[in-house]
């Protein structure tokens, strides 16, 4: 079965640095997705991707973050100058109608700032 | 308050019992997601609903629009079925892309 993967798995970063996590979507998926959880906490919507643009980005999504399709297979989230408070899990996903048929989710990439 | 609530936040369960996890919600939904967490950490879509009852397996998925409600079912539960589960609602004030969810039920089922 088709599977959404991410690279890294984990990632160490000095704070301030810049962060690129990588996601290769299933490949007819139209729709893409970043969400993160922090340890020990729900997981949270950050945004969501449709023909090469953000369809949605929630109040976590902030001038920090950007996301890009650089090519037809991967979709990246990118953290400008990465804080402390940006650790935690972050999730891919994708779908191939937003709203009617399910996401299906990476592994996740664990990133750890120090 | 919490657009989506879960309970319980723990169950932990002889194995073969039968598991009801519920979730309850606030908000007008277009869909509603059951959603699995591995200890590792990684997410596995179980069903997507909007309306009545859905099964695969040993698991259930049931939705009542009506009163904001659905429940997650397990028959016969295995070890193997020790998780985190977690219910997410596609909301319609939003573009129909945003899932919003719950704090998960953690799940331990005993041999």
């Known amino acids: 079965e088709p599977e959404v993967t991410q690279t890294p798995s984990h990632q160490v970063t000095q704070m301030g640095q810049e962060v690129i996590l990588r996601c290769v979507p299933i490949?007819?998926?139209?729709?893409f997705y970043w969400y993160r959880q922090i340890l020990g906490q729900k997981v949270e919507f950050l945004v969501s991707f449709y023909n090469n643009e953000i369809s949605e980005k929630s109040e976590i999504f902030d001038d920090q973050f950007s996301v890009e399709r650089p090519d037809g297979s991967n979709f990246t989230l990118k953290i400008r100058s990465t804080k402390l408070e940006d650790s935690a899990m972050y999730f891919c996903a994708s779908s191939d109608f937003a709203g009617y048929q399910p996401q299906h989710f990476g592994d996740g990439t664990r990133l750890s700032i120090l | 308050k919490n657009e989506v609530e879960q309970s319980p936040q723990n169950l932990t369960a002889q194995e073969g019992e039968f598991i009801t996890i519920n979730c309850s919600y606030s908000?007008?939904?277009?869909?509603l997601h059951w959603l699995q967490q591995h200890p590792g950490g990684g997410i596995v879509s179980l069903f997507m609903l909007s309306s009545g009852k859905k099964k695969h397996g040993r698991l259930i998925a049931t939705i009542n629009i009506q009163e904001k409600h659905s429940s997650l079912h397990i028959t016969a539960s295995h070890p193997r079925d020790s998780a985190v589960y977690i219910c997410a609602v596609l909301t319609k004030e939003t573009s129909g892309s945003r899932l919003t969810f719950g704090e998960g039920t953690q799940l331990t089922v005993n041999p």
């Open positions: 908000v007008g939904i277009s869909a």
């Open positions: 490949s007819n998926h139209l729709y």
